[in-house]
């Protein structure tokens, strides 16, 4: 055994627990979110969790590769969540995009917080900055494909994916603050402004079932 695994196993024996992978992923991640990238450091991370620092070693090599673990996390879940989104059934245009738009709605699937940490960090990291610019272009992609799958023309595939795609990221990067009602009652006028067509009653029902959001509660 090694000088530096002899350390980690008797750090291991005096806390009595080194942690996870996940639970030092899910601090860095929301000192993240609340304090930007400058936050994400071992041992504030270490005493915030009340675990030895050495026992982050267990599951990273150093500060880098957590840095690099949570933009691929990132990556992964909100990127995903665009690319599973505009590719998911839907019987015409309005219901497809009705299926992107939920994945705002849905912190399971798409966080906005962290995509806007995410965004500040790029900022200041060229590393990040290179990051934020592939996942925006294949989400871009996605909804173009999208928009081709219904028959609309490349060039205006594309306008209307930035017109989508930019409004969204819009909220996030303006930290617009809306209640779920107002957000529900303006999704019909975004499908028509985004695609040029209103989305059906049973569209809309579905898109409402999907988010829990129950029409007749708020009237």
Known sequence: ????????????????????????????????????????????????????????????????????????EWDTKNTGAFVEACGAYAEAIPEAVLNLIAVFHDEALFEPQLDFAIRGWAHHSDLAAGRVHEADETRLKAIRAMFARFGFAEDEADVRARTVYLTQIGYISMQVS??????????????????????????????????????????
Do not use: H
């Open 178 to 219: 809306e209640a779920t009602a107002v957000r529900m009652a303006r999704a019909p006028g975004y499908v028509k402004t985004f695609c040029g067509q209103a989305p059906s009653p049973s569209e809309l029902a579905r898109f409402y079932a999907r988010l829990k959001f129950d029409p007749a509660a708020e009237t």
């Open 1 to 72: 055994m090694t000088a530096k695994n002899d350390t980690l196993a008797s750090d291991e024996k005096a806390t009595g627990w080194r942690g996870s992978r996940a639970v030092w992923m899910a601090a860095a991640k929301q000192a993240l979110i609340s304090s930007g990238v400058d936050a994400v450091k071992i041992q504030p991370l270490a005493g915030q969790l009340q675990i030895a620092r050495t026992s982050f070693y267990w599951f990273f090599k150093d500060r880098n590769a957590l840095l690099d673990a949570l933009l691929e």
